[in-house]
Structures are given as structure tokens and as C-alpha cells.
């Protein structure tokens, strides 16, 4: 369904770094932001392949929406990891030294280009949920965004993204399921690598 493709093209938009973290012992260890994090069993690393198509297809999906003196920032890529297409997690970053917006206006136009991107889906409609959220000694944005089917009122995909200034970088995490089991583990990963 076209919810998937469009909501994963509003937010990957990633380049490959080699040079920000390693995988250790069944660990994405990032020396950047000092982050270590679980990779799930029976789950796989995102390619750089589908991350580069990925980014092209979101790009010009989101230059759609974009006004016209907003450009779009290049993502460096920290990790990525699947069961399948609809269970995923992906991390990335990019420097935010912006001083024509404040991080929480950057929040406010991500969600709006988010809320603006799913508007155009036919027969779907979404439910979006923001707060704020202290995870270990940062604090983030959390934007989640439920995708129905607007025919039987069937849930068909849950994103999750997480966002926050971390040593002048938007540090950003995007959860993707269709499992409500896979989206708690997904979730409660990603929660407990920023608590040690």
C-alpha cells in the first residue's frame, strides 16, 4: 500500500558513513554520539543500495511540499536494520548549525511536511500523536504517526520518529511496524541504548 512508501520516503533521506560507529558483538557502537545499541536477532542491516534509492525517491517527494526557500539537508546515515519491510529501524544525523530556525521549528515543519505527505494518500487517513520525551540525558521530539485504511478503519502501519539536538547534530530515529510486538521491541531498543 502507498502508506509505506510515502511515509518511509518522508524520512529516509540518508548518506552511507563508514567512519561514525562500528558493529561489535551484535552492537552498533557510535562513536560520534557515544551510543550503543542493540541489533535484534532474525534482523538484518539495512544496504546502502535501498538507502540510496530510498533517499531519491524521498527527496523528491518531499520537494513537493517544500516551500521554495527551504532546501533539502543531506542525512549521514548511522544504522539501519529490518525483519521485513514493515518492521525496521534506521538512525541518522546531520549538522544542525540552521540559525534561520530553531530546532523546535524544525519540529513544527517536520511535522507539517509529514501531516501535508499523507494528506495526498488516497483511501488512507492518519492519526498523529507529538510530545516530548527525556531519554537518558537528551531530550527528543517523538512525532507517531498511525496509518489506516480509510475503507475498514484497519490499522496497516505505526511510525515512530524520534528527534533531538545532540552536540550541534539533529540526531533522528525512525521505527517502522506492522507488529505490534516488533514495535514495542523495536521501541523499548532504541529507548534502553540511550539509558546506560
Known sequence: ????????????????????????????VCNRFEWKINIPK???LT???????????????????LPNNVTIQNRTHLIGFYLDSKNTFSASFN????????????????????????????NAKFDFKTSNV????????K?????YNASN????????????LIKDHLFGVLISYNNEKEGKLLENNFLNSLKK
Request: proline residues 1%.
Open 42 to 44: 532474525n534482523y538484518n
Open 153 to 164: 478503519n484497519q490499522l496497516v502501519l505505526t511510525q515512530i520518529y524520534y528527534n533531538s
Open 143 to 147: 512525532i507517531k504517526v498511525e496509518g
Open 1 to 28: 500500500m502507498k502508506i509505506t512508501i510515502l511515509l518511509l520516503l518522508v524520512s529516509i533521506n540518508y548518506a552511507f558513513s563508514q567512519g561514525n560507529g562500528k558493529i561489535e558483538k551484535g552492537n552498533y
Open 95 to 122: 549538522p544542525f548549525n540552521n540559525k534561520k530556525i530553531t530546532f523546535e521549528e524544525n519540529e513544527k515543519m517536520t511535522l507539517n511536511l509529514l501531516k501535508q505527505s499523507c494528506s495526498k494518500i488516497n
Open 134 to 141: 527525556k531519554i537518558g540525558k537528551y531530550n527528543f521530539h
Open 47 to 65: 544496504k546502502v543500495q535501498e538507502l540510496e534509492t530510498l533517499e531519491k525517491k524521498g527527496n523528491t517527494e518531499l520537494k513537493k511540499n
